[in-house]
């Protein structure tokens, strides 16, 4: 695919440029900075979303220079056309859009822990700064802390100063708890954009617009006429390198209460009074609260273990590196849990995510109940297709809908026909790495699509009791390459549902 973009043409529907402010990463060696921050920020710039008056300012320990840095991230950049698996599809680099972002990089040697290197920031930032934290999870609180320390925080004369901050927000509850005391203490809530990447995906953020905008789905968005949810977050890669970060993590930390929960609360919210952040934010944290905690006997975990993916053997999650040969990190997750609130009272919302998976695939899929049979007891009708929205977020983006239609001929015969729109087939879409969107809302101030303290909170209560009972619990193994463990299925069968495929069929 030819990814060329056109440096400050003006961007879709009347969007400006961001306000002119410094980016400043710290951890500008790290994967994150250079597999997806600087992509977006160079399709940023060819959309013309950036400012004149845009800088980065890239902070790491190691030694380097501005055009060391430059140099780094240019070859970085360069090697991603070349590369299949990026998330950055493109033949080339334009050199306009990425010259563009090149000339505004700097480099600041400084220890994350050491005042001295955040006195030499100061120095170095004026005006308006979001200061990104693309760091590990340690850092998060002493980075905050010294910031506020040097006055870095203080926002003066109509200049921001913003903090994103990564996941994972916190291992548990009480963990997280004590991240949002400690840097509250710094600044205010309304400074801190706690990101979750799912979050930018164009699907994702426009559930808002499927439901809210189209008359005929809200009124049926309710426990009168919706049987259950599906949540699907799955994967066909493996661990592979990432042991040593998903040992004492695992799937439930790595994926419930952050990703799983955003697309759980997009589905599930009242509408807000408006777009406004504050009111949409609002009625996420309503749904998460209403969640209620989990119990053990609602949830599968499983570990996967050798198997074939794609038609390559591959290994189990014990041989992976960085592994105990003893584990017991689960690698799959299936959940029922239940919303108490007037809305969903009685329906089940069942999740599930996995490594190792037959199929990629990210959905929501809303069944809904039944219609009565009795109109076609007396036809060849035997049974009706159970009706069910499938909003797509990955690979493809889109949504489809499981529909009876009368077959052709003179007989009451019915066939099953699924209406489908990709996203692709109706929209030229820009490039994107599921960063950009999040980057620009944060620099001009609009945190709709960011965690507010007591969201993150909400999420880690619903899945607390999990962690306390699965410190004694073993996992279920499941074959690489496969749907997932036996109890997955039986997690369902005793309410007597199943859950869809993953190849996307039903």
Known sequence: MDQTVTLNEPAACGTTAAPPCTLVIFGAAGDLTKRLLMPALYNLAGAGLLAEGFKILGVDHNDNSDEGLRQDLTATMESFTRDATSEFHADHIDPKAWGFVRDRIHFLKGDFADPAAYAALKGKVAGSAVFYLAVAARFFGPIVEHLGQAGLLEQADGAFRRVVIEKPFGSDLASAKALNARILKQADESQFYRIDHFLGKETVQSIMALRFANGMLEPIWRREYVDHVQITAAETIGVEERGGFYEPTGALRDMVPNHLFQLLCMVAMEPPNSFDAEAVRGEKAKVAEAVRPIAPEDAVRGQYVAGTETGVAVVGYREEPHVAKDSNTETYVALKLQIENWRWAGVPFYLRTGKRMTDRLTEIAIHFKPPPFHLFRESAV?????????????????????????????????????TRF?????????????????????????????????????????????????????????????????????????????????????
């Open 382 to 418: 035997t049974e009706l297709a159970p009706n069910v929205m499938r909003l797509t977020i990955d690979p493809e983006q889109g949504s489809s809908t499981v529909l009876n239609v009368k077959r052709p001929g003179p007989q009451m015969a019915l066939g099953r026909v699924d």
């Open 422 to 506: 990709r996203y692709a087939d109706f929209f030229t879409e820009a490039p994107n790495v599921g960063y950009e969107t999040l980057l620009y809302d944060c620099m001009v101030g609009d945190a709709t699509l960011f965690q507010r303290a007591d969201n993150i909170e909400a999420g880690w209560a619903a899945v607390d009791p999990l962690l306390t009972a699965w410190k004694s619990a073993g996992v279920e193994d499941y074959a690489a390459g496969t749907d997932g463990p036996k109890g997955a299925e039986d997690l369902l069968a005793r309410d007597g549902r199943r859950w869809l495929p993953l190849d996307g069929s039903s």
